[in-house]
């Protein structure tokens, strides 16, 4: 009589299709490290973006941990996805050959989730540290900006246009308000005409004698920094500025009454909605 045969049972369907979506899953997973990791490594050009944009912050060199952050996820993300294919490939051999597959994903799984704890305990870190930096810089550009507005009375503001669009912004916003523009001094255009080389800079001339008067009754002095003035210019890293000068430095300069401040105080507004 012939020995009893082993027979071997082979798993359940659904054991295939549970063992599918688990590694479905995970790949899913390794696709969002890799793809969270890339955010990350750009995250230090952002910053830099934005320095660009705060003209009043000092410039501070970035220090980088953003590409080693994203560079890591991006490689955990390919780790995690090997390793679930591998993972996959065992399981479906073992369901194949009726043995029950283990928990071995315990272990793929806790790493995973200490590691990505450990990267966003320090992404919050230097985020932290990143902000605190940015607000002293900040604090430092804001009191270097009041020195001297307050030793010049020149006010500078950036324009997020070219020269000539920014003064074309002005024409427009003069015009719609019912103010004179006397004249547009083209700096840069009487440069080039004598065969000299200059940065786009041109002057607008412009005022109301209905705010204007008042103000030279009051202070005939004034007369000299009137019609109102403001300057559009590029700097040599191509940026462009809205230069004016700060009413409150013409007030004090010329002895003005608080209440006529209103009638110089309009080229802050002008200087602004022009660099929008």
Do not use: C
Not at 41 to 61: H, K, S, V, W, Y
Not at 63 to 76: D, E, M, N, Q
Not at 94 to 111: C, M
Not at 167 to 193: M, R
């Amino acid at each position: 009589m012939d020995g009893p045969t082993q027979k071997t049972h082979k798993a359940d369907p659904r054991d295939y299709l549970a063992a599918e979506r688990t590694f479905l899953a995970w790949i899913r997973t390794g696709l969002a490290l890799m793809g969270f990791g890339f955010v990350v490594a750009r995250f230090g050009l952002f910053l830099q973006q934005l320095r660009f944009i705060d003209q009043t912050a000092t410039r501070t060199p970035s220090s980088g941990l953003s590409l080693w952050f994203g560079t890591a996820l991006i490689a955990v993300g390919v780790l995690v996805n090997l390793s679930s294919a591998r993972r996959h490939i065992r399981m479906v051999r073992e369901l194949d050959q009726g043995d029950f597959p283990g928990s071995g994903s315990l272990t793929q799984a806790v790493a995973t989730a200490l590691f990505l704890a450990l990267v966003g305990l320090a992404m919050a870190i230097y985020l932290v540290s990143v902000r605190g930096s940015a607000n002293f810089q900040s604090e430092r550009g804001e009191e270097k900006t009041m020195a001297a507005t307050a030793k010049t009375g020149i006010i500078d503001k950036p324009s997020n246009h070219s020269v000539e669009q920014t003064v074309e912004k002005l024409e427009n916003i003069l015009q719609s308000k019912g103010v004179t523009l006397f004249a547009v001094v083209d700096h840069s255009g009487e440069a080039e005409k004598v065969g000299m080389k200059m940065r786009p800079t041109k002057l607008l001339i412009f005022g109301s004698p209905k705010a204007g008067t008042p103000l030279m009754l009051a202070a005939p002095s004034i007369a000299i920094d009137l019609p109102l003035k403001v300057l559009v210019w590029e700097d040599e890293e191509g940026k462009v500025w809205i230069s004016y000068n700060s009413p409150d430095y013409l007030r004090e300069r010329h002895g003005l009454p608080q209440n006529l401040l209103q009638n110089i105080a309009v080229v802050e507004t002008l200087a602004l909605k022009a660099g929008e």
